[in-house]
């Protein structure tokens, strides 16, 4: 059965560091979103993606974030200088046009230091 | 206000017993859905059932069914037969709306967190 992947699944970096998230959506996926989950909280919204641009993204997501889909297989989030406070579990997830579902991937742990 | 209500933080239930898990929402939407998730100790977010607002049954999977009363707003999940599998964290989840671009995304709920006794 299809399913999301990402990579890596922990990551730990310094603050003030660069970092990528990286996703690969189930294949014939057209809807992509980032949500993050810090330990013990809520899954909360960062953007969705459809199109090739952003279609809507909350107050989380600031200058420090940015989406791109490189090619047409891969889904990427960067985050310019990393804070503490993003230390999270990032997920990536798709959804087809033919359904309202979204489809998680395995996450991944970032680890600001 | 919350748009998504999960008002019991922990459950316990003994095997092969039914559990049923509360969920209430906040929409002004004529069209949304709901989904449950389950997420266990290893983090991942697992699909588990999805009501569409005009839906008039109660979806079910398997051993997941979806207690759905539209006019109190709550969309409560069944797990028959629960199983030590099923410890996990439970969110509930609502996407609303529909744009051109379809709808844009899903607001969570805090979860509960079901422990299956044996």
């Known amino acids: 059965e299809p399913e999301v992947t990402q990579t890596p699944s922990h990551q730990v970096t310094q603050m003030g560091q660069e970092v990528i998230l990286r996703c690969v959506p189930i294949s014939n996926h057209l809807y992509f979103y980032w949500y993050r989950q810090i330990l013990g909280q809520k899954v909360e919204f960062l953007v969705s993606?459809?199109?090739?641009?952003?279609?809507?993204k909350s107050e989380i997501f600031d200058d420090q974030f940015s989406v791109e889909r490189p090619d047409g297989s891969n889904f990427t989030l960067k985050i310019r200088s990393t804070k503490l406070e993003d230390s999270a579990m990032y997920f990536c997830?798709?959804?087809?046009?033919?359904?309202?579902?979204?489809?998680f991937g395995p996450g991944t742990r970032l680890t600001v230091l | 206000a919350q748009k998504i209500t999960q008002t019991q933080p922990g459950m316990f239930v003994q095997e092969k017993e039914a559990v049923t898990l509360d969920c209430t929402y906040d929409t002004s939407d004529q069209s949304y859905g709901l989904f449950w998730y389950k997420q266990p100790s290893s983090g991942e977010m697992i699909f588990l059932i999805y009501?569409?607002?005009?839906?008039?049954q109660n979806a079910t999977e398997g051993r997941y069914s979806l207690n759905f009363q539209k006019a109190r707003k709550s969309a409560n999940l069944v797990i028959s037969a629960s199983q030590l599998g099923d410890s996990a964290m439970y969110f509930c989840a609502m996407r609303e709306g529909m744009n051109s671009g379809g709808y844009q995304k899903v607001t969570f709920g805090t979860g509960t967190k079901l422990q299956v006794i044996p």
């Open positions: 997830a798709s959804r087809s046009s033919s359904t309202d579902t979204q489809y």
């Open positions: 009501q569409g607002s005009y839906d008039e």
């Open positions: 993606f459809y199109n090739n641009e952003i279609s809507e």
